[in-house]
């Protein structure tokens, strides 16, 4: 009973933080964001490189969420992000002159600039990608229906799953949960659809099907980083729920798919 109450706790922290972020002013979002970022870094880092003086690495990946932020709230010029280029060099170079410098260090590297600052950047670019929409209101429908797929598929393969979805990886997962997941997910869409008019129908729940498929993913991925660590959660910022990635692995995966559907599809 305890732990239930610290995960539905912290749970509603986290949904106030993130939601309440959106809210309140675009640049407000940013700042949680990059606070989650440098976490989410730390918390990469620890799980795959054996060196602690990550310092460097985290700071371009600081700059690279920043860079990236900025430019999504067209506070910069999108030619600066063209640094990241550069850095990412320099990031190398530094590598010869450390003792403790490898290839698989620096490749941790340039991944977590991917896997983490990247969506994280790009989270900011979903303010206003449509400008008929409501402010936040496509960022926040990426959120809910992350959330919706998480835990109706939860709920559905903990009452009907029998079908291991990739038990190698996640042994509680399974293809039951996944199909009430995406149901209740585009039920969610289809809410969405009744309240704004950002999208057509159509786009809606193809926006949702996309969300759950890339969110899917997303959380396995985080899953296989874990098994690979010999961790069962990633850190311990949110009492019974984990690390920022543990709570961002899914809403990670699914921001570059967002992004790119909103720009070339619809």
């Known amino acids: 009973m305890k732990e239930i109450i610290t995960r539905t706790t912290t749970g509603i922290i986290f949904i106030a933080t993130v939601i309440g972020s959106i809210l309140l002013h675009p640049l407000a979002f940013f700042v949680v964001m990059g606070v989650y970022t440098t976490i989410g870094l730390v918390e990469f880092y620890k799980l795959t490189t054996r060196t602690k003086n990550y310092l460097f690495p985290l700071t371009i990946g600081l700059i690279t969420y920043t860079l990236i932020g900025l430019t999504g709230l067209h506070v910069i010029n999108s030619r600066y992000t063209l640094l990241m280029i550069p850095l990412a060099f320099i990031l190398m170079a530094t590598e010869l002159f450390n003792s403790r410098g490898s290839w698989q260090n620096l490749s941790f590297y340039l991944m977590s600039f991917i896997y983490i600052a990247l969506p994280f950047g790009l989270m900011n670019s979903l ?21 919706t797929n998480d835990v109706f598929a939860y709920l559905t393969g903990s009452f009907f ?70 961790v069962k959660d990633s850190g311990t910022l949110f009492p019974g729920h984990g690390g920022v990635l543990d709570r961002f692995d899914a809403v990670l995966f699914a921001t570059p798919f967002a992004y790119v559907f909103f720009n070339f599809v619809t």
């Open 127 to 147: 303010f206003d990608i449509r400008s008929t929409s409501p402010e936040g209101i496509l960022l926040i429908s990426l959120f809910f229906l992350v959330w």
């Open 161 to 230: 799953g029998k079908n291991k979805l990739m038990e190698r990886i996640s042994p509680k997962k399974t293809w039951e949960g996944i199909f009430g997941g995406l149901f209740f997910a585009l039920i969610a869409a289809y809410v969405f659809y009744l309240f704004t008019d950002s999208l057509s129908l159509i786009n809606w729940l193809s926006y949702a099907i996309i969300i759950v498929v890339s969110a899917t993913v997303g959380d396995l991925a985080e899953s296989m980083l874990k098994r690979n660590s010999g």
